[in-house]
């Protein structure tokens, strides 16, 4: 198949997704084509089924807003006509599936049918979408899109809970690589960090206020005050000033590491004792899951989707958005015993299997197929 990827490009979940499940088709002999405004953060490497067309935008006077969502219509039609593309799959409803959309109506007037499908990964629905100056959009363009997936069942339920939606939505479930994502030996960088063999905690986002990072830090000072124990602040984001006050305030900055955005998160993880996602709302918990991957247990909440990845009392634990006194205790009970760490690490990794690329990969490819194969006879 010839199919057409359209996504952010950031460090961010649908981003990371939609590069890593295009790599993946493209190792399985599929000519894949990644259309947006900057290359995909995970996009790292050469291979003769992966192409990248950027979307560029007029910087004509006259736009205060550039016309971004015209310009990728644009883009989506130029590459459809011309690299004779198969099919069409956006990852994120705003503004992805509209652009969709009008590229879908501009390239039926060169007799050319093409399929799209949506995949919603969170945000775009249960925060953005919510929006009224966006409802109406992300409703008809869900509706009208020829296949729609989302990452979690919480995030299927939460779509048809918030909008008059009429398509049926499959569940495909986020996925990780272990070729990548694997615990890999550290033990120099791990004596770096940690040179009193104190526990190392993680935490990876966008820091955003809704993945509640000031949480992250009082979560840890309770910890320190039983268990000696570092803390990796890993991302960028508008919430990471407070963060940092707050580690001054809470006297524990020099336990505390922030690494900004790192691309080689695996060897982070590789070296860490456990994770941390107190997030008001998390779709999936795809860093989670790359934690897990990596044998690193999670004390998460149990928001959105968290709960169909992070098993309560065996992967981890999960507690109420904003129980810090709870998440502190059970990450203490993880810690403060190693066979009990050992016994939860191992755990998380097998839970994590579950969710390996290879038992995902083929439901895309098979749902690629079905819409194909659906679009075509209507046609």
Do not use: W
């Amino acid at each position: 198949m010839k199919i057409g990827i359209v996504c952010y490009p950031t460090f961010g979940g649908s981003g990371v997704v939609a590069t890593e499940l295009g790599k993946a088709l493209a190792a399985n002999g599929h000519q894949v084509h990644f259309i947006t405004y900057s290359q995909p953060a995970r996009l790292d490497f050469f291979s003769a089924n992966l192409f990248y067309h950027e979307v560029t935008i007029s910087k004509y006077p006259l736009f205060d807003f550039p016309p971004y969502e015209v310009a990728l219509a644009s883009k989506m039609v130029e590459v459809a006509r011309f690299e004779k593309l198969d099919l069409l799959h956006v990852h994120y409803a705003i503004p992805h599936a509209s652009a969709a959309l009008m590229a879908k109506q501009i390239l039926a007037t060169y007799g050319i049918n093409i399929p799209i499908i949506t995949t919603l990964h969170g945000t775009d629905i249960t925060l953005v979408g919510k929006d009224p100056s966006y409802n109406p959009v992300v409703t008809y363009s869900i509706n009208m899109s020829d296949g729609v997936t989302a990452v979690s069942q919480n995030l299927k339920d939460d779509t048809y809970n918030h909008f008059d939606i009429k398509r049926d939505i499959r569940v495909i479930p986020n996925f990780v690589d272990f070729s990548r994502f694997s615990l890999q030996p550290r033990e120099h960088f791990k004596k770096a960090i940690a040179p009193g063999d104190e526990r190392i905690l993680i935490h990876t986002s966008n820091f955003r206020r809704v993945k509640r990072t000031s949480d992250v830090i009082r979560i840890f000072q309770k910890i320190q005050e039983k268990i000696p124990s570092k803390l990796l602040m890993v991302g960028d984001g508008p919430e990471r000033a407070n963060t940092e006050q707050l580690c001054r305030d809470l006297d524990c900055c020099m336990d505390v590491r922030y690494l900004g955005k790192q691309d080689a998160i695996e060897e982070i993880l590789s070296v860490s004792d456990l994770f941390l996602m107190p997030s008001e709302s998390e779709s999936f918990g795809l860093a989670a899951l790359e934690a897990m991957a990596c044998k690193v247990p999670v004390i998460s909440s149990n928001a959105g989707g968290l709960p169909e990845l992070n098993v309560d009392g065996v992967t981890g634990f999960l507690d109420e958005v904003g129980d810090i006194d709870n998440m502190a205790a059970h990450a203490i009970y993880i810690l403060e015993d190693n066979e009990r760490l050992a016994k939860f690490k191992q755990a998380a990794l097998d839970r994590a299997k579950n969710f390996e690329l290879s038992l995902i990969l083929p439901l895309y490819e098979e749902y690629y197929q079905e819409v194909i194969d659906r679009v075509g006879v209507i046609s």
